[in-house]
């Protein structure tokens, strides 16, 4: 069983220095090809016949196992960051109806946190699975199973849905982390 780092704000954490909503990654190894000089050992920049930086001899190559983070997509690592504190479960894409009557009836907390993939968090509502609107183009209303869904924005209407027992909490939770209280 690999080692499991956490991601957090573009830094690897350990399990016991990892804030809450820290993205737990596993570890892959890979293979890496180093170019070292024989002489003096100091490490040559990539190119197709290396040399040596400081005394000019040619280098050699040599193989070794690194562990490296998986990559994961934005929804994977939402979904392994939330399911490890509150057990959310991811529903699915949605799009909140943008001008409807229910909109002020959600909580929406400004947010800004970086996923593994490079993407962003800009905010994230709590609210009723009814007011939703599948975000797909036949416009048909999208039910959420379940007590609601906290909803995570990663766009301006493209949302991601996830089912929790307690969403005001995890977007409480996501406001103290993106440190937005
Ligand atoms: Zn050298």
Redesign the pocket.
């Known amino acids: 069983m690999a080692e499991v780092a956490y991601w957090w704000r573009g830094r690897l954490h350990s399990e016991r220095e990892a804030p809450p909503l820290a993205v737990p990654l596993r570890l892959v190894k890979v293979e890496a090809v180093e170019w070292l000089?024989p002489?003096?050992g100091?490490k040559a920049e990539w190119g197709p016949e290396p040399r040596?930086p400081?005394?000019g001899?040619r280098c050699e190559p040599r193989t070794r196992v690194e562990e490296v983070p998986e990559l994961v997509d934005a929804v994977e690592a939402l979904e392994r960051a939330f399911n490890r504190v509150c057990r959310a479960r991811f529903r699915g894409a949605a799009a909140l109806e943008p001008l409807g009557i229910f909109v002020p009836l959600f909580a929406w907390r400004p947010l800004d946190l970086e996923l593994p993939d490079g993407s962003r968090l800009v905010g994230a509502y709590a609210g009723k699975p009814r007011f939703l609107k599948r975000g797909f183009h036949n416009g048909s209303t999208f039910e959420l199973p379940g007590n609601l869904a906290a909803i995570v924005w990663s766009g301006l209407l493209e949302c991601l849905a996830f089912e929790v027992e307690k969403p005001r909490e995890l977007v409480e939770l996501l406001s103290a982390s993106a440190g937005f209280i």
């Open positions: 000089c002489k003096c100091a040596c400081l005394c001899a």
